[in-house]
């Protein structure tokens, strides 16, 4: 079984590529955007075949590379997935999300190539969602309210699309907040897990910098996503959309709390306008009983676990 995953470099897909090269009979490809930083996966690389110099952006270079890799499964996880980043550059996020899977569709077309396809979308689809709307259902009517998320909408419209007009095996996801180790310092869980081993440090003074501490979040460790993922590529029904996510809400107050009590650190917490929104949603969380029927998985990495790991890993690299 050919598995290609793209964006194999990224957080989610260095835990996926971990997994996937534990099951038996799985030959992995994955490609990456050129010049990315290969650091999450350089202890797997003998174990893969890398194509680093693929640009899904570039037609001529994804169909190149279907091509010679033929894969039986594709999971599409390459993105710009930052919405902060994604406001600051708008024309490459439209550019990588939607032409670039436009690119995959028709390089897959072209070449009558068949292989099953998860789709990474994003909780962000739903945008506002009122509390007596949650858990929020894959029903629940999508409401973008920022270029990423619309980007994510039409990512997954064009794939129900391959489905619906063309036959091909296409499985679409909306992952809710997904954190762990070697998760970007720019994500809350993090920031704040890095900001605690530099005060441990003492390479930072005892105070941490915060946003809006009030506000509540679904957060599922990034090895339970993965193994969604996998257990979808198998199991998920072909034009069905599935949120991965824990199920449960977690104040970012809450989530500091956790981690302070894994470190001997005494620190105050100081408010920062720029990490605050004024449209941050009080509150999101997710159901996933849909992704359980359908696959078994179930959640087994606990909020403690995965911010102690995540701690952990920040005390290496700093």
């Known amino acids: 079984m050919k598995v290609l995953i793209t964006g194999i470099a990224g957080f989610v897909g260095s835990y996926l590529a971990d997994l996937l090269l534990t099951k038996k009979g799985v030959t992995l490809y994955g ?8 650091r999450n996966i350089d202890h797997i690389k003998g174990k893969l075949k890398l194509y680093r110099e ?11 590379l279907l091509s010679k890799t033929r894969p039986d499964y594709v999971i599409h996880l390459a993105a710009q997935s930052s919405p902060l980043l994604s406001a600051q550059y708008p024309e490459d996020t439209v550019a990588t999300n939607i032409i670039g899977q436009v690119n995959i569709f028709e390089a897959l077309s072209a070449l009558k190539l068949r292989p099953g396809i998860v789709i990474a979308g994003s909780c962000d689809e ?4 009122a509390k007596k709307d949650m858990p929020i259902k894959e029903g629940y009517k999508l409401n973008p309210r920022n270029l990423y998320a619309l980007t ?6 064009l794939g129900l699309k391959f489905y619906n007009k063309q036959g091909y095996d296409v499985t679409v996801t909306r992952p809710f907040h997904t954190t762990g180790p070697k998760r970007p310092e720019r994500f809350v869980c993090s920031s704040f897990a890095k900001q605690i081993a530099l005060i441990e440090k003492d390479r930072q ?7 809006n501490m009030n506000i509540m979040r679904d957060f599922t460790d990034v090895r339970d996503v993965a193994n969604a993922y996998w257990l979808l590529l198998k199991k998920g029904k072909p034009g069905e959309c599935y949120n991965i996510c824990s199920g449960k809400a977690y104040s970012i107050k809450n989530i500091l709390e956790i981690l302070l009590s894994l470190s001997k650190v005494e620190v105050k917490v100081k408010a920062r306008t720029d990490r605050m929104r004024s ?9 996933n009983n849909k992704l359980k029927k359908a696959t078994g998985w179930q959640p087994k990495i606990s909020i403690v676990q995965t911010l ?9 690299q700093v």
């Open 152 to 157: 994510k909408v039409t990512q997954e419209l």
């Open 279 to 287: 449209n941050d949603v009080p509150m999101f969380v997710g159901d």
């Open 126 to 129: 739903y945008g506002f969602v």
């Open 31 to 38: 490609i990456d955007y050129p010049g990315a930083d290969t």
């Open 205 to 211: 003074k005892p105070i941490i910098f915060a946003g």
């Open 54 to 64: 693929c640009d899904i952006k570039i037609k001529q270079d994804i169909k190149d």
């Open 308 to 316: 102690k790991d995540l701690l952990n890993y920040w005390r290496e």
